[in-house]
């Protein structure tokens, strides 16, 4: 069974542009998350949607960034316009259930770097 | 507000135990977990224990906590070369959705 997948898997991009992330959940976990590690800090929790709908996005940092997950399988994480301070690592999990006992599994994450 | 704090780094020889150190603010959390990061992968659940146990052993890792102080640890035995990785701690937090995780340890192993 393949696992969560993110592409790319590194970005470089300057300042003002736009880039967008993509995360492709297991198959069939109807819960997908993003969560970002700046600088390394922690891991801090962005959102969470379950299918298509966005159940806590309390993490967002600001409107510069928009998730989406149209059709409830892959979503995407836009950046516009990127900022110095959006470069990180941006990781995508996702679980069968909502509940503490579903676990998250987590991709390989996405390495933003912002010039 | 929740918060996990860890050291960022730790030092041991092989063949040496490691011992990783987590702190936790928020007494309300369910599960407690340790992640692991190996470089260009991602995370990965190493060992997980609920709020209403003080210890849980699996094979050569050990996780005590220790409800009263918010303190939580893991004990590796007969650290190997594939110890390697960034260790985080991490916490269910109040919420099902997301988890709450420190900064990382970052375990080396010296020969």
């Known amino acids: 069974e393949a696992g969560v997948t993110q592409f790319p898997s590194h970005s470089v991009i300057e300042k003002g542009q736009t880039v967008t992330l993509r995360c492709d959940p297991i198959?069939?976990?109807?819960?997908l998350y993003w969560y970002r590690r700046v600088m390394g800090k922690e891991i801090k929790f962005l959102l969470h949607?379950?299918?298509?709908?966005?159940?806590?996005e309390s993490g967002m940092p600001n409107n510069r960034f928009l998730a989406e997950r149209t059709g409830g399988t892959y979503s995407t994480l836009k950046v516009q316009p990127a900022e110095l301070e959006d470069s990180g690592v941006y990781f995508c999990?996702?679980?069968?259930?909502?509940?503490?006992?579903?676990?998250?599994?987590f991709g390989p994450g996405t390495r933003l770097t912002v010039t | 507000g929740e918060d996990v704090e860890q050291s960022l780094f730790l030092s041991v020889r092989e063949g040496d135990s490691s011992v990783i150190n987590c702190t936790y603010t928020?007494?309300?959390?369910?599960?407690l977990y340790w992640y692991k990061q190996e470089p260009g992968a991602g995370l990965q659940l190493l060992t997980y224990?609920?709020?209403?146990?003080d210890m849980k052993q699996d094979q050569r890792l050990t996780v005590l906590l220790n409800k009263k102080d918010k303190h939580l640890s893991l004990r590796i035995a007969d650290t190997q070369t594939g110890d390697s990785a960034i260790y985080f701690c991490?916490?269910?937090?109040?919420?099902?959705?997301?988890?709450?995780f420190g900064s990382g340890t970052r375990l080396s192993i010296r020969p």
């Open positions: 999990a996702s679980s069968q259930g909502t509940s503490l006992n579903y676990e998250q599994y």
């Open positions: 991490a916490e269910s937090g109040s919420s099902a959705s997301k988890i709450i």
């Open positions: 198959s069939g976990h109807d819960n």
């Open positions: 928020d007494s309300s959390s369910t599960y």
């Open positions: 949607f379950v299918k298509e709908s966005k159940q806590d």
């Open positions: 224990i609920f709020s209403n146990m």
